[in-house]
């Protein structure tokens, strides 16, 4: 019972980084000082995923187009990784026509699906029709699946 409430404890307390490591990872181009380095922002199709997701030993978090592992133990930084680019067959047919009104969900990554999910050996992660699979903890991409898209539902009257 009392690694049950620590492990929420700690997941409790990350979901306060994630927070952080958005702030942090949307600093923007224009103004920085001469001379000094400053982070690009990602691009608009990674932006929007964030997840959680655990194990024994660490924690790992998707935001701002990267996936960082934290050591539970102390809550320090380990490895940040970005969030690829997906696989071609993954991205959308271009439009024929150019409309005034682009659909909502037209981004690279579909209707922004996202999560997290770990096991003692891999981190998957969802990011919209794109499942990767990275080794933990050094997140070295192991192998990317896209999804097939889903068939309409049948109608019968």
Known sequence: MARRMTMAFLFAL???????????????TAFGEEGQTVQAPPPMHKMGFSGIAGDEEYLYV?????????QLSDMSLVKTVALPDPPAEALPPKPETTTKN????????????????ANDRYLFVLAGPVVYEYSTPDLTLVSTKVLPKPEPPTVTN
């Open 62 to 70: 998707m935001a701002g187009g990267k996936i960082m592992a934290y």
């Open 102 to 117: 682009p659909p909502p969900f037209g981004h690279p990554h579909g209707g922004g699906l996202h999560g997290l999910w």
């Open 14 to 28: 990350a979901a306060g980084f994630i927070g952080a490591v958005l702030c942090s990872s949307f600093t923007p």
